[in-house]
Antibody, heavy 117, light 111 residues
Framework: EVQLVQSGAEVKKPGESLRISCKGSGYSFTSYWISWVRQMPGKGLEWMGRIDPSDSYTNYSPSFQGHVTISADKSISTAYLQWSSLKASDTAMYYC??????????WGQGTLVTVSS | QSVLTQPPSASGTPGQRVTISCSGSSSNIGSNTVNWYQQLPGTAPKLLIYSNNQRPSGVPDRFSGSKSGTSASLAISGLQSEDEADYYCAAWDDSLNGHVVFGGGTKLTVL
């Protein structure tokens, strides 16, 4: 069974750094892209970027380029999304999803990130 | 402001057929396939339709997708109360090194 299990909810202060994770199982982790998708409170889905775990090649949405970093450790089938300096506007639910061509066929359960002073 | 345009809301009564539109441009829908996602309240999104009109295993055939030019649509026939959810269209966009773009989402209410 394909599963993407994300790390737990986080509460951070503005300016702090953060890395959240997404562990894949039940399939060959290096055969599919992992995408990250943001959903701000009460809002729609926004694609942030993706990584090819086989070689760590990434591409980002223009809206998120330079604001976040996507990485992966194929030895433990885990992808990451990280921020070096959080802002209150980063408060959102973040989903990872397995990429199959241009679509995302399996999704993680989501990680809620709250940034507040 | 989302790159793909969807109506913010739609509604229907049980058993009815409803459609949700998704409008884009030549750099996204016009040159790439469209995918649809369903997000039930409080849950993660789920792939509903891929490659314009393909249903993943387990998705009822009440759900269908189509695409023409720079627009796409999702149709739900035999509407059921459990179909009440947010629906998002998405497509690859070839501009700026390529990226996925979503519609703003359509909240479907079953009356």
């Amino acid at each position: 069974e394909v599963q993407l299990v994300q790390s737990g909810a986080e509460v951070k202060k503005p300016g702090e750094s953060l890395r959240i994770s997404c562990k894949g199982s039940g399939y060959s982790f290096t055969s599919y892209w992992i995408s990250w998708v943001r959903q701000m409170p009460g809002k729609g889905l926004e694609w942030m970027g993706r990584i090819d775990p086989s070689d760590s090649y990434t591409n980002y949405s223009p809206s998120f380029q330079g604001h976040v970093t996507i990485s992966a450790d194929k030895s433990i089938s885990t992808a990451y999304l990280q921020w070096s300096s959080l802002k209150a506007s980063d408060t959102a639910m973040y989903y990872c999803a397995r990429g199959q061509g241009s679509y995302m066929d399996y999704w993680g359960q989501g990680t809620l990130v709250t940034v507040s002073s | 402001q989302s790159v793909l345009t969807q109506p913010p809301s739609a509604s229907g009564t049980p058993g009815q057929r409803v459609t949700i539109s998704c409008s884009g441009s030549s750099s996204n829908i016009g040159s790439n396939t469209v995918n649809w996602y369903q997000q039930l309240p409080g849950t993660a999104p789920k792939l509903l339709i891929y490659s314009n009109n393909q249903r993943p295993s387990g998705v009822p055939d009440r759900f269908s997708g189509s695409k023409s030019g720079t627009s796409a649509s999702l149709a739900i026939s035999g509407l059921q109360s459990e179909d009440e959810a947010d629906y998002y269209c998405a497509a690859w966009d070839d501009s700026l090194n390529g990226h996925v773009v979503f519609g703003g989402g359509t909240k479907l209410t079953v009356l």
